[in-house]
């Protein structure tokens, strides 16, 4: 018997232990399934520099919304700015720098229903011309805690102004803007910015418009568009610009006329010349017609019927034994009233008044 009690007693404290870890899980006492430092927030979004004329630098970025784990990011206490300040000359894009603390960005209140304001973020520096600068940005826990991962970087080139660009306008085609500019030279690029009614500034693609012209079609009938443009100073991903040119303002109008009239008939009356042509009824952007007329000897067409509104007119303004020619035109309803091309010519010869007949005298016989 003494023999089988150890083997007892192991046996019952395994049990034991087995049925205390059970009671344990059962009250919610657990181990954190992942290490802390994959709960740190992970890395900033978008970092990016904008550079002014004045050789101002601005450093934005949007929050994290995931932590290192790619799971939800549940606290963010504050952005800390690191930076290196280089030379131009020697400068190598992969060798070591040293950083130095800059600025603390602390996160804005979150929003209702949000864990963490996404921002956007931004700090703001001077830099020179002739210096390299290195930056870094990483968010950290309220506790005071960043994982190495979650550091971005941005390399920022110091670079003097362009200065003012030559020339920019902008003018109004059929449901189009055409932005013509002066060409950049190597090392730059234009920057073409369009603001529309009720919205923000936006900077148009001109990627594949490097001739020095740029059409927008993006835009409505009866809308107004502004846009300016500024020359860029591009180095790496650093860009430094110049002061924007004159604003250009342009009212987008229907410049497109109506398809023109096919055919078109005249024939004398005793009333005067009845005029039929091709109806566009069917067509709704048609407001109505032009009837134009040439008389013989004549060069130019005169307008007689302005926005006739049916495919029939009368021309009770010719004299008779007269020739006269037609034209008729079509116009929409835009704005500008454009007007189609004219219709074939049509002539007619108008009738000649009767002349009262030759009557021999009438002789009274009792006379």
Request: aromatic content about 8%.
């Amino acid at each position: 018997m003494p023999i089988f009690a150890p083997r007892r007693v192991g046996l019952l404290a395994g049990l034991l232990a087995g049925l205390l870890a059970l009671i344990m899980v059962g009250c919610g006492v657990k181990t954190h399934p992942y290490p802390e430092s994959s709960v740190l927030p992970g890395p900033p979004r978008r970092l990016a520099q904008t550079q002014d004329e004045n050789g101002q630098l601005w450093l934005t970025w949007l929050a994290p919304t995931l932590n290192m784990a790619n799971r939800p990011l549940l606290t963010l206490d504050h952005f800390e700015v690191w930076g290196s300040d280089n030379p131009i000359k020697g400068y190598c894009d992969g060798c070591p720098v040293e950083f130095r603390k800059l600025a603390e960005v602390y996160i804005k209140p979150a929003p209702p229903g949000l864990n963490v304001h996404e921002g956007p973020y931004q700090w703001v520096t001077k830099i020179a011309s002739d210096r390299v600068y290195r930056f870094k940005v990483a968010g950290f826990s309220d506790r005071g805690a960043v994982n190495p991962q979650s550091w971005r970087e941005i390399t920022v080139y110091g670079q003097p102004s362009p200065g003012a660009l030559p020339s920019f306008a902008a003018e109004l085609e059929d449901l189009a803007v055409r932005l013509t500019y002066s060409r950049p030279r190597s090392g730059q690029r234009i920057e073409i910015q369009k603001l529309a009614p009720g919205q923000n500034w936006v900077s148009l693609d001109t990627a594949g418009s490097p001739s020095g012209s740029l059409v927008d079609l993006n835009v409505v009938y009866g809308q107004t568009y502004i846009y300016r443009a500024r020359l860029l100073n591009e180095l790496g991903e650093s860009f430094a610009p110049g002061p924007f040119a004159p604003e250009q303002i342009v009212k987008v109008v229907d410049q497109t006329p109506p398809r023109p009239i096919a055919f078109l008939d005249a024939s004398a009356t005793p009333q005067g010349v009845s005029l039929r042509w091709e109806s566009l009824a069917l067509e709704e952007e048609v407001a109505g017609y032009r009837v134009y007329r040439r008389l013989a000897g004549q060069t130019t067409f005169v307008l007689i019927g302005d926005l006739v509104a049916e495919n029939i007119f009368l021309d009770s303004g010719v004299k008779p034994g007269e020739t006269a020619y037609y034209q008729v035109t079509a116009v929409d309803k835009s704005p500008a009233a454009n007007e189609s091309r004219p219709s074939p010519e049509a002539s007619v010869l108008t009738i000649p008044e009767e002349s009262e007949p030759d009557r021999p005298p009438i002789i009274d016989p009792g006379l």
